[in-house]
């Protein structure tokens, strides 16, 4: 296995502000990784000017301190079989990481992928599954670029700098997938690097690191078109004959979601109890954004109530308690391309699409508030709804024309 090159040595000092009344000053000695200094107190002490400060050791033949120069010799030999020792094993090594080996605290050394795994223990339950997901798929890219780069498995925490994460953003970019076709794009880079921000804040949360390697670097997100369905494609979807009844389930559960904005989380959790009476006395979903937790209550359309009772007897929701029979989210787009094609949908159909259509063409293009969209889609910040706020041309049309005939009126 390819070692990196590192740099190390050790001399021994005195530490002359902290010299007592009797005139005598501790000696420290100074272990120094890359260039990185960290300083080991050793427990002995001399005067001032019974040190040599070019050898790093006390002068004089007394019996004191011939003992004492053999112990500053016994303990300069243990750092440097530490290191060695280190360096034979392919554990991550850094000045803090050989002093807590010396002094028998190696434990108070957190590295980086004991911090991923502490950071999964702590929101297993706080997070959803597709969020720990996503989480775990960023420490795999991790991983991998501690082993093809730095050629190891794990390294100190103390040891990430600035530099890391800008090796991390350049190795994402070059970084050839062999499990699926397409190559990482920006957005999906910065998500990447957004979550392992994240595991770092908890690590200076902890005080498991003093500096924060990301202080200085900034993400920069490119601007997506949000992809909906229009009026027309909407129509032809909801128009379409199915033959094969599981296309013609995915269709029905898809359409439910441009009605009603929900997430396919949202769909595959829905249960009859979640369908309730609202405070004008129609039909409400109330549930929870899986994704923020967030209360979720949005008044249903007649559109999406025709399809609830269309399932209401089905054997496989039932079984499921749910109120459609759900399949996975993967399988769920795969038919999605299906019907797009059977429809005459040119756009690259997923389940999600119908959530911006909700937004779009179903709730904004028909003058709903977005202030009261941004609460059925249970954002969490007006800002979130305003990326979905794409007025289509339609609407633009209509809106000028009412002002043409009310402009007219008035002259």
């Not at 190559?183 to 924060?212: F, Q, S, Y």
Request: net charge positive; hydrophobic share 35%.
């Amino acid at each position: 296995m390819k070692t990196a090159t590192i740099t190390f040595g050790v001399l021994f000092y005195l530490k002359k502000q902290k010299t007592s009344t009797q005139g005598k000053a501790p000696i420290c000695a100074r272990v120094t990784v890359n260039g990185k200094r960290t300083e080991i107190s050793i427990k002995r002490s001399v005067n001032a000017n019974e040190w040599d400060e070019r050898k790093g050791m006390a002068k004089g033949s007394r019996k004191e301190t011939i003992e004492l120069n053999m112990f500053l010799n016994q303990f300069k030999a243990k750092i440097i079989n530490t290191y060695q020792q280190m360096v034979l094993t392919d554990v991550p090594i850094d000045g803090p990481a050989i002093r807590d080996k010396i002094l028998g605290t190696n434990h108070l050394a957190p590295t980086l992928v004991s911090l991923m795994e502490y950071h999964n223990e702590q929101q297993l339950h706080k997070l959803a599954p597709g969020t720990m997901k996503n989480y775990h798929t960023t420490q795999r890219y991790v991983k991998k670029i501690l082993m093809e780069k730095l050629y190891r498995d794990d390294v100190v925490l103390s040891q990430l700098t600035y530099k890391f994460i800008l090796d991390f953003e350049r190795y994402l970019f070059n970084y050839v997938p062999k499990d699926h076709q397409k190559p990482l794009n920006n957005n999906g880079i910065m998500k990447h690097i957004e979550r392992l921000r994240k595991m770092i804040n908890m690590a200076v949360k902890l005080d498991w690191l003093t500096k924060d390697p990301f202080a200085s670097f900034k993400k920069h997100f490119d601007k997506v078109e949000r992809e909906s369905l229009n009026n027309q494609e909407l129509v032809a979807l909801t128009n379409k004959e199915f033959s094969i009844e599981r296309l013609r389930n995915v269709r029905d559960m898809f359409l439910f979601s441009c009605y009603t904005g929900l997430a396919y989380i949202e769909l595959a959790e829905l249960t009859p109890n979640k369908i309730v009476t609202g405070i004008d006395g129609g039909l409400w979903i109330s549930t929870s954004r899986a994704k923020t937790d967030t209360g979720v209550r949005v008044p249903l359309l007649p559109q999406a109530i025709e399809l609830i009772d269309i399932y209401r007897d089905d054997p496989r929701a039932l079984n499921n308690s749910t109120v459609f029979p759900v399949i996975s989210n993967q399988r769920m787009n795969g038919y999605l391309k299906e019907i797009a094609d059977l429809c005459g949908i040119t756009k690259t159909l997923t389940f999600h699409i119908a959530r911006h259509t909700f937004a779009t063409t179903v709730t904004l293009s028909n003058g709903v508030p977005i202030e009261s969209v941004s609460k059925m889609l249970g954002h969490t910040s007006i800002r979130t709804t305003q990326i979905y706020a794409k007025v289509v041309e339609s609407k633009l049309s209509e809106d000028m024309g009412r002002l043409c005939a009310r402009l007219g009126n008035d002259l």
